[in-house]
């Protein structure tokens, strides 16, 4: 059974700080690998997509994976209310379904 | 218009009842999704279609089916609702390149 595991959290934070969001998963072959963001109630949206070992930049957010430790994390720097959300990790292999970790929750305090 | 639609977004229904959940989609996409969510648990596939005449059970189809009308349309339906199918349900499409897009879910609560 492939597994994606993620700290349910709550990860609390100021306003300003830097979160840093972990997840691990089970299934080596693993090729692709994503962070949704869902607000309470709402559907996911995709904020991030990493497929190679090292960081990828998109404004705020950071995507960091290395394949030799099966791990994804994802940085938030200058973290603001708005960003207060369950983060979704999802990794996927070539022509292979979506696993979804169990989520994280941030809260980012004013 | 949303481009993936779920109706209804609220649904209140006694045990033992038939129960259907549509989604439409205007991507064009020819994956679609039926995922429920359940707190801590995040998101277990229940049924993938890949095109109209492939259907696939996720890891937990049980009590579930599905139906792919056209390339626009996959309905889940609950033959018999019970209480522990309470939870938030889920449409994504998908054109096979990476990322899902999402309907904005069906609550359901089997009384």
């Known amino acids: 059974q492939k597994e994606v595991e993620q700290n349910s959290g709550p990860l609390s934070v100021p306003e300003g700080a830097i979160a840093s969001l972990n997840c691990t998963y089970s299934?080596?072959?693993?090729?692709?690998f994503f962070w949704y963001r869902q607000y309470s109630g709402k559907s996911p949206e995709l904020i991030m997509s990493i497929y190679s070992n090292g960081d990828k930049e998109d404004g705020r957010f950071t995507a960091q994976l290395n394949k030799a430790s099966q791990y994804v994390s994802l940085l938030i720097r200058d973290s603001q209310p708005s960003d207060s959300a369950t983060y979704l990790c999802a990794v996927t292999g070539q022509g292979q379904n979506f696993v979804f970790g169990p989520g994280t929750r941030l809260s980012v305090l004013p | 218009d949303a481009d993936v639609t779920q109706t209804p977004r609220n649904r209140i229904t006694k045990t033992g009842k038939r129960i259907m959940l549509e989604c439409s989609q205007t991507?064009?996409?020819?994956?679609m999704y039926w995922y429920r969510q359940d707190p801590g648990l995040g998101l277990r596939l229940i049924y993938y279609s890949f095109d109209v005449k492939d259907i696939n059970k996720g890891e937990i189809s049980d009590g579930y089916s599905v139906s792919r009308q056209a390339q626009a349309k996959f309905s889940l339906s609950l033959e018999s609702a019970i209480p522990n199918q309470t939870a938030l349900y889920f449409c994504a499409t998908s054109s096979g390149a990476p990322g899902y897009t999402f309907g904005s879910g069906t609550r359901l609560t089997v009384v």
């Open positions: 991507k064009g996409h020819d994956r």
């Open positions: 299934d080596r072959v693993s090729q692709s």
